[in-house]
Nanobody, 128 residues
């Protein structure tokens, strides 16, 4: 399973960014991803939740992320997005895409797992 994130970069405080992440497999097809989301890790800190979303649309945000971050998904494309606004310097971090619980089909064989998969991360830097 590969998770490819994009959209990070340098932005001034008060600005906005939209992160995108696509899930794919090297063989077969992804039929369903139970939960996709975003986590972030700032220098010297532990990785923390930003937001997750199930394929049925249920969202979970970290308390501190409400109002400035919006998660969305395109289930048909196995993609998850994170729209951020009013960014602050303390939002500077590497943002990681996560996928949990994949249903895949390869050569007619259906496979369901409860694994967590992570992308390599995309850097977001907010300047003051």
């Amino acid at each position: 399973v590969q998770l490819q994130a994009s959209g990070g970069g340098l932005v001034q405080a008060g600005g906005s960014l939209r992160l995108s992440c696509a899930a794919s497999v090297s063989s077969g097809n992804i039929l369903r991803v139970d939960r996709m989301g975003w986590y972030r890790q700032a220098p010297g800190k532990e990785r923390e939740l930003v937001a997750t979303m199930t394929d049925s649309g249920t969202t979970n945000y970290a308390d501190s992320m409400w109002g400035r971050f919006t998660i969305s998904r395109d289930n048909a494309k196995n993609m998850v997005y994170l729209q951020s606004s009013m960014l602050k310097p303390e939002d500077t971090a590497v943002y990681y895409c996560n996928a949990h619980g994949l249903t895949t089909q390869t050569m007619g064989i259906l496979q369901v797992d409860g694994e967590d998969y992570w992308g390599k991360g995309t850097q977001v830097t907010v300047s003051s």
